[in-house]
């Protein structure tokens, strides 16, 4: 063969255009898998949050209703002094063990 150095130049650029167009796709290729295997990974997931959020749900709201309730109701109720740390009604206005205002 007897080319002009030009024409190698070409010719090996050409080549390393394909190669790295094929390699770029190929790359381009792996990364839409994994994105889509990450994808399926998320959706499994959510699935088994959904499904286990769903069997608990009944008894966790339950739980909290038949827990918090009661203790709001009684929680204003009291009023404790600054003093002596006697738990007084909640219409006294003065400590009932020490006499300090509340
Ligand atoms: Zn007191």
Redesign the pocket.
Known sequence: MNLPPIAWAILVMGLLWLGLRLWSRKAEQRRQEEREARMAELLAERERMLEARERDAPSSLGAVVSDSAPKAAEQPAERR??????V?PPDASV??????E?
Request: charge should be positive; hydrophobic fraction near 30%.
């Open positions: 002094c600054l003093g002596c740390r006697t007084n400590c009932a063990s020490c006499g300090l509340l």
